[in-house]
């Protein structure tokens, strides 16, 4: 069974940087059959998506966000992470780890629990 | 970026009865649209891939069509566990963008 897991903190200071880390169980990030994503949803709202990378190291990312964003892979850990720069209290949501199929219309068919990061000093 | 409309934004119904919610693209995106189920406090879960196809473990219940740059999600003879929010999402042109829900509640 795919399990996906976020870790970090919860509370993040104004202008500091945000650092989390998605611990995959049940599959490996170097299969090339997937992308690996990052998506935030705010409360009360849509699912955002931050970025994704492949397990040779090639990410992309949202234009909206691509100055402040940056994803990694360790294929040994079997983790990837996300680090996003500068953030202010738009950037509290509840963030989520996902597998991406990209040969099936780049679903999203495996997804972390997700964990809340408040932005606050 | 590639502009998602969905709706209802929020739609009442009662057990047993069939709904339909859709969502329309700001240009054609080759059925490279998706289908989510949200309950409060959970992760989204696929039910539809590719406008048409269901997800692997997946009640038949659920179905999808598209016509042009309409596309639509169908739940019949609504259960409990159907009446949450629903998300489409387009992955045709980065960024991959999702619609703003369709929020499936109990009459």
């Known amino acids: 069974q795919v399990q996906l897991q976020e870790s970090g903190p919860g509370l993040v200071k104004p202008s500091e940087t945000l650092s989390l880390t998605c611990t995959v169980s049940?599959?490996?990030?170097?299969?090339?059959?997937?992308?690996w994503s990052w998506i935030r949803q705010p409360p009360g709202k849509e699912p955002e998506w931050i970025g994704d990378i492949y397990y040779s190291g090639n990410a992309n990312y949202n234009p909206s966000l691509e100055s402040r964003v940056s994803i990694s892979i360790e294929t040994s850990k079997n983790q990837f992470s996300l680090r996003l720069n500068f953030v202010t209290a738009a950037d509290t949501a509840v963030y989520y780890c996902a597998r991406q199929r990209w040969q099936y219309s780049s679903s999203l068919d495996y997804w972390g629990q997700g964990t809340l990061v408040t932005v606050s000093s | 970026d590639i502009q998602m409309t969905q709706s209802p934004s929020s739609l009442s119904a009662s057990l047993g009865d069939s709904v339909t919610m859709t969502c329309r693209t700001s240009?054609?995106?080759?059925?490279?649209l998706n289908w989510y189920q949200q309950h409060p406090g959970k992760a989204p879960k696929l039910l539809i891939y590719?406008?048409?196809n269901l997800q692997s473990g997946v009640s038949s219940r659920f179905s999808g069509s598209e016509s042009g740059t309409d596309f639509s999600l169908t739940i019949s003879s609504l259960q409990p566990e159907d009446f949450a929010t629903y998300f489409c999402?387009?992955?045709?042109?980065?960024?991959?963008?999702f619609g703003q829900g369709t929020r499936l509640e109990m009459k």
């Open positions: 999402q387009q992955i045709s042109s980065p960024p991959i963008t």
């Open positions: 049940g599959d490996s990030v170097s299969s090339g059959h997937y992308y």
């Open positions: 590719g406008a048409t």
């Open positions: 240009q054609n995106i080759n059925s490279y």
